[in-house]
């Protein structure tokens, strides 16, 4: 029996000094190198937040997200080990030169490129973010089969690793984006669809004018779009906007002034459209907050167009003193949006971008927090965990 013991506590101790030399000389930055390992978890429902900023992570609710997808270099050593404490997904943010599309080698030196950095990082994968147009089949084909490398490539590693692919609100050529939807689904774990900026290619307007941002309705089409290509409503994520649009300058502001409704435009074509939203300007929820906070400047009350279920207001510039008008996303339009992910079964949803909000303002931060995370019936609030 002593024997027995004396050996298990030899093989305790070898085990325990082996894992922390090879977590010290590999650089895992976390005390317990358990933290340094890809997150083993199966597939489950998703909260994914984009984020942007590299310093407000110690601001999240850490127990509702399940993904952090990283869109800047660098990562602190303490945002690896919260993370990963708290069973979240740390991916990396990625593009691809889609000029390299057809060349071999550099699609193998960039996949390996890739690995190289989910692995010296201790992170769990990747997420896509290609939005180049393309409308040659063969170039879409091939862009399918670059995610499907890199799936394989990293499964093959781990097959806890994530792989997933942002994509438009619609598989219909949105801003000429002809993928090959039905192929990047299923040679990824996720898509997740940008149910936002809907408004980048408006046609058959006489006059262009200001809309919303991120209608359900739109959000509705598209997914039934995406599901009627055969992708499971399992492997779609609605992404959903916490910013805005700013039109500056309605053409037609002067006469109705705050009580304008429709805010006509300048044409600002886009990939073949002649009206879009890059007419305007994006801010983030923060901003809007508070600029509908401002005593001195002159806001109608926030608006709510039914038809696009979303808010809106107008406001006067104190510099032009011509009429703006915002449209956005508050706590109730995107409640009803996560209301529909919700009935959709879908797999999740997810926030571009998680830093657009204030946290040290609990009172407007907070509400919009919880919308996101009311996907998850368990979660009533973001002071309960999901676990
Ligand atoms: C990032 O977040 C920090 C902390 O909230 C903030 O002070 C800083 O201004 C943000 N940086 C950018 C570029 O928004
Ligand atoms: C393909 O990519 C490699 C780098 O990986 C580069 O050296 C080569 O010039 C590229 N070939 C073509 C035809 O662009
Ligand atoms: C969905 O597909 C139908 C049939 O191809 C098309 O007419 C419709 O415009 C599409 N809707 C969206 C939002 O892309
Ligand atoms: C705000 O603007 C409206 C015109 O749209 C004007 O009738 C009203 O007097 C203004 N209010 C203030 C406080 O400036
Ligand atoms: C854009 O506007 C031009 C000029 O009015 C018109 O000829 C053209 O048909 C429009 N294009 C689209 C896609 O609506």
Known sequence: MRIILLLFLIVFVVVQSSSSSSSSSSGCPCDSSYLCEPLQIAPRQEFLGFSLNSTQYPNYYWN?????????????????????????????????????LGNSSYIEEWIQGQIEKVQSTFTDGLNFDVESPITDPTIAQQYTELVSATNKAFKAINPFYQISIDVAWSPSCIDKRCYDYAGLASNSDFLVAMDYDERSQVFGEKVCTAGANSSPSNALAGINNFTDLGISTDQLVMGLPWYGYIYKNCLNGDEAGLETVVCEIESVPFRGANCSDAAGSEYDYSYLVQLLQDQTINSSAVQWNTEWQSPYFNYIDPITGNVDQVWFDNPQSLSIKVQLAQKLNLRGVAVWNIDFLDFSDQYNSRPMWDALASFFPQSASSEQSLN
């Open 64 to 100: 509702q997200l399940t993904t952090l997808a990283i869109f800047y270099e660098t990562i602190e050593d303490e945002l690896l080990c919260i993370a990963h404490e708290n069973d979240v997904r740390l991916v990396w943010g990625t593009t691809f030169p889609i000029g390299n």
